[in-house]
């Protein structure tokens, strides 16, 4: 109850603070709430922490900076968390503190149905599916001259390859015994798992890009889950641990994140220049 309570609240003051005139008439309200003789004792105070307040109402104020790279931020310190966390703690202990327990699990719930269908979602994280997808969408970006988004795709893409690959070298982690299908090199981090996450990046994009699929976020909600079965279906098929398809995951959270906040800073300068 309290936590759908926070994120309703949160949702309603952004809603509410991005009209200027809100923000303007909160501002009013306060002064004239502080002019009364029992709370001007607190002007001292509230003069001091108007700075800070403002600068965290623009952080949740779409626009200007603000609630756009406030959530990328976010992504990213989740996903660099995740991504070294997982990388450090392998190193230090040689496994996740959940890797053999949701590995039996994976054990105890193996059926030749089930497995059939994980080996065809699997390939919805594969490399050169992925990678391909990546580059198409690339070339359909710059033909419309969204070349920012078309940069956040590309680069990307290619950020988490090369994450994906350094972590698979550094740690050299063993892949779990008796594997369902063949996999090859590391186990850590989970390369299908952090390639899937490219699916949000796509939905994203096609969803603020493509005229006639504007506004439909169900789309990023599907991008999501697909991503998650993927990830899901790695460790059912026991080529990876739970730590490595969370470190993956990270991974692509971690460099989408960091090139999406490059691009919104350009943009951001950008508009600025062109205003002046």
Sequence with gaps: GIAISVVVGLIWAVRH???????????????RALDRPVLRVLRPVVRWARGPARFFLARLTPGQLGLELTTLLAIGAVGSFGYFGFW????????????????????????????????????????????????IAVVALLVRRRVLEAVIVGAGMALTVVAVQVAKH??????????????????????????????????????????????????????????????VTRIYLRVHYLADVLGGEGAAAMCFSLVAILALVVAFVRQNGARE
């Design 170 to 231: 550094t740690v050299d982690r063993p892949r779990p015994a008796e594997a369902l299908v063949d996999a090859a090199g590391s186990s850590y981090p989970s390369g299908h798992a952090a390639y899937a996450m490219a699916w949000i990046v796509l939905a994203i994009v096609a969803v603020r890009v493509v005229p006639w699929l504007r506004g439909r976020w169900w789309i990023v909600v599907v991008a999501i889950v697909v991503a998650a079965l993927v990830g």
């Design 17 to 31: 603070l991005r009209v200027p005139e809100n923000r303007a008439a909160l501002e009013d309200r306060v002064d």
């Design 88 to 135: 450090i703690q392998i190193q230090d202990r040689g496994s996740g503190a959940l890797d053999e327990r949701v590995l039996g699990w994976a054990v105890d719930l193996e059926h030749p149905t089930a497995t059939s269908i994980a080996e065809i979602v699997t390939v919805l994280g594969a490399p050169w599916l992925m990678e391909a997808l990546c580059a």
